[in-house]
């Protein structure tokens, strides 16, 4: 195997496995990067929804208050301001989700889907559990959720225990079965948000791509660069004087004497061989007189 190929083939492997370990690193570290970015989207959902909340039940409930003694109105419930403002967010972008989860709901739109279900049984099992976070496929990619408990304090109990406690203005409107029956500080429901990660992945996996391909490119120009030098400086001396030393030693002393020019380690060897001839051709012809 001659010089050049062995110095590419182990210039290659060792690149090899260098650009298989920077890509599994970096490929690691924009996913979890889009993931963070995913993370901190749907916080700011969640903290949006809960100013929603607080903006209804402070600054619309009093207004309300007069007109709910005979029609309740569904605009001063919390929960539904909330849910209101995220589906007309959806309208324009799909797939950013809210909603508040709960088993048995007043209004049926809020109704947990299966795997809402088992996040609200997630947190009615782990009491301490604050916050759920997590990874699913849906029809729309994948995506990523936000999940926190919501508890039933003493003030919810108001229209949220038994009908008959209720105010008969919501039972009228939403029955006598639906949204009852909450015991104090227990776990009823979850605010879900979802966000997407597709577009944050697909934009991870660019980046990951236009590295991978620069780190190739830097790689084929340092090769070619590499392989010149080589040819010129080592590999076309060397065989130069490779034919010189087949000549002289066949016997033809007209070949012309190696060109050994420079202060680089191959003319040092090339004004030695030079020497060495010159030597060889006084011995010969001492040996001839
Ligand atoms: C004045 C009555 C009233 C009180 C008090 C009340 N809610 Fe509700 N709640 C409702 C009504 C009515 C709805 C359904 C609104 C709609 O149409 O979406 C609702 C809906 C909800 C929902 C959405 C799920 C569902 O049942 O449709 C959650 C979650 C919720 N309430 C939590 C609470 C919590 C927590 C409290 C206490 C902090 C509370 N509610 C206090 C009347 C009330």
């Keep these: ?30 996913h979890s990067n889009a993931q963070r970015e995913a993370f901190a989207e749907a916080g700011l959902m969640m903290d949006a929804a809960n ?45 950013y989700t809210y909603k508040e989860a709960t088993l048995n709901p007043t209004n049926p739109r809020d109704r947990a889907a299966d795997w809402e279900g088992d996040i609200i049984q997630r947190f009615r099992n782990d009491p301490k559990s604050e916050e759920l976070v997590g990874e699913r496929d849906t029809p ?41 029956g909450w015991q104090e500080h227990e776990v009823v429901g979850a605010q879900l948000v979802s966000v997407p990660l597709a577009a944050a992945e697909a934009s991870a996996a660019q980046v990951l791509r236009a590295f991978v391909t620069s780190l190739i490119a830097v790689f084929i120009i340092m090769m070619a660069v590499l392989n010149v030098i080589l040819y010129l400086m080592i ?10 030393a087949d000549a002289v030693s066949l016997g033809d002393l007209t070949v012309p ?22 030597s060889l051709e006084k011995a010969l012809k001492m040996l001839e007189g």
């Design 257 to 278: 004497e190696f060109a050994a020019s420079g202060s680089s380690e191959i003319s040092a060897l090339g004004r030695s061989f030079n020497r060495m001839r010159t």
């Design 51 to 95: 100013a929603m909340r607080t903006y209804t039940s402070s600054e619309i409930v009093p207004l309300l208050d007069a007109q709910m003694s005979h029609d309740f109105l569904p605009q001063s419930v919390p929960s539904y301001a909330a849910v209101q403002n995220f589906l007309k967010l959806r309208e324009s972008r799909p797939q």
């Design 235 to 244: 590999v076309r001396p060397v065989r130069q004087m490779a034919r010189v």
């Design 140 to 180: 729309m990619g994948r995506s990523l959720y936000l999940a926190r408990p919501i508890h039933a304090d003493a003030e919810c109990l108001a229209c949220h225990s038994a009908p008959s406690a209720a105010p008969p203005s919501v039972v009228a409107r939403y029955g006598a079965n639906n949204g009852f």
């Design 1 to 30: 195997m001659n010089l050049l190929l062995r110095v590419n083939l182990a210039v290659g492997v060792v690149f090899a496995t260098g650009a298989v370990v920077t890509g599994l690193v970096c490929s690691d570290l924009v």
